[in-house]
């Protein structure tokens, strides 16, 4: 595993690499949902000598059916650069996302495309349901992860605000 330091950040510090690794075509702003913008959102990103490795995201956003109820924290906008990819960064970003999630009640959900599914399901995620709304095109699974409680080891997140 490629052992980096994962900072919480401002939403403008992960907006750039969300929209280069994932949305080339869009504007960054347009890549910008309701929740990002919320006060607890959670933003981090992975650091190595200065440079940006990775992003993540979990914001408070219900979850579609067939989920709704408990699963109110929405996991979006994780990449990792492209020469990075696999060595263990992008399951930093999203463990120390989630485990930054004050509410251990709650539950986490995401969609994501076929090609890693796989992904997420190592990180704990199952899947619920194969329909997706028709305005994310390309995006083909909803998953679900139930936290457990936080494991202060494993979060190397500087928790304050960014
Ligand atoms: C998807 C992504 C964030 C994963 O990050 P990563 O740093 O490459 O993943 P990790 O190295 O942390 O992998 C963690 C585990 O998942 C596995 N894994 C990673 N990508 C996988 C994939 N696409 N399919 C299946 N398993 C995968 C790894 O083998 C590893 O397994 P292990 O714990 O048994 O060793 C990264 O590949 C990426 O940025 N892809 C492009 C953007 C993208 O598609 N984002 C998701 C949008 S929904």
Redesign the pocket.
Same mark, same amino acid.
């Given at each position: 595993?490629?052992k980096v330091s994962i900072t919480r950040v401002p939403l403008s510090a992960v907006v750039p690499l969300r929209t280069s690794?994932?949305r080339p075509k869009r504007h960054p702003k347009d890549t910008i949902t309701g929740g990002d913008l919320l006060s607890d959102s959670i933003h981090v990103a992975a650091i190595s000598q200065d440079q940006l490795l @990775?992003v993540?995201s979990a914001v408070r956003e219900p979850a579609p059916p067939p989920l709704g109820g408990a699963a109110a924290w929405r996991v #979006? &906008?994780? !990449? +990792?650069? @492209?020469h990075? #990819? @696999?060595? &263990?960064? &992008?399951? *930093?970003? +999203?463990e120390t996302a989630c485990n930054l999630i004050a509410d251990r009640e709650t539950s986490v959900w $995401? /969609? !994501? *495309?076929e090609? +890693?599914? @796989?992904? /997420?399901?190592? $990180?704990g995620f199952a899947p619920v349901a194969s329909c997706v709304p028709h305005h994310i095109a390309g $995006?083909v699974g909803l998953y679900e992860l139930k936290l457990s409680k936080r494991d202060p080891a494993s979060n190397s997140a500087d928790n304050r605000r960014a």
């Amino acid at each position: 595993m490629y052992k980096v330091s994962i900072t919480r950040v401002p939403l403008s510090a992960v907006v750039p690499l969300r929209t280069s690794e994932l949305r080339p075509k869009r504007h960054p702003k347009d890549t910008i949902t309701g929740g990002d913008l919320l006060s607890d959102s959670i933003h981090v990103a992975a650091i190595s000598q200065d440079q940006l490795l @990775g992003v993540a995201s979990a914001v408070r956003e219900p979850a579609p059916p067939p989920l709704g109820g408990a699963a109110a924290w929405r996991v #979006r &906008g994780v !990449a +990792v650069i @492209g020469h990075l #990819r @696999g060595t &263990g960064v &992008g399951r *930093q970003l +999203v463990e120390t996302a989630c485990n930054l999630i004050a509410d251990r009640e709650t539950s986490v959900w $995401l /969609y !994501a *495309q076929e090609h +890693v599914s @796989g992904f /997420y399901k190592k $990180l704990g995620f199952a899947p619920v349901a194969s329909c997706v709304p028709h305005h994310i095109a390309g $995006l083909v699974g909803l998953y679900e992860l139930k936290l457990s409680k936080r494991d202060p080891a494993s979060n190397s997140a500087d928790n304050r605000r960014a």
